[in-house]
């Protein structure tokens, strides 16, 4: 099976969520299945504008920092749920959508998204 072709299974003459030019949720019935900004439902759109604005703080937060994951003398850090906090942990492999150059740094991007929108890409 293809992306294509689960796109279609999804969005085929079906109801889609996506965001209009203006930034808006919407939702209607779609014949446009391979449009990358489709969603199934509510929650999903939501969920992917929260993984959207954890991506677009990490940018701001890191600037042209990226993780070397050749050099493993390198701090990475990402965001994890512990004892039900989010909190920072280090890092040696690919585990996350988003990495950060310090402790500190992804404390900050902790601060700016809060526990309810880290919420909603988490859970």
């Known amino acids: 099976m293809t992306i294509d072709e689960i796109r279609k299974a999804l969005y085929f003459k079906k109801e889609a969520y996506f965001l209009d030019m203006f930034g ?6 779609t014949t446009l299945y391979s449009d990358r900004n489709n969603c199934t ?8 504008l929260a993984i959207n604005d954890l991506l677009t703080v990490a940018k701001y937060v890191n600037q042209s920092w990226n993780p070397d994951w050749a050099n493993k003398n390198e701090p990475k850090y990402a965001i994890v749920m512990r004892n039900g906090s989010f ?3 280090k890092v040696d492999t690919p585990s996350s959508v988003a990495y950060f150059k310090s402790e ?14 880290l919420g909603e890409i988490f859970f």
Do not use: F, M, Y
């Open 24 to 29: 808006k949720i919407k939702c209607n019935q």
């Open 104 to 117: 500190q740094d992804t404390l900050q991007v902790i601060a700016i998204l809060g526990e309810k929108l």
């Open 41 to 48: 439902d509510r929650q999903h759109i939501e969920k992917w």
């Open 87 to 89: 909190v920072p942990v």
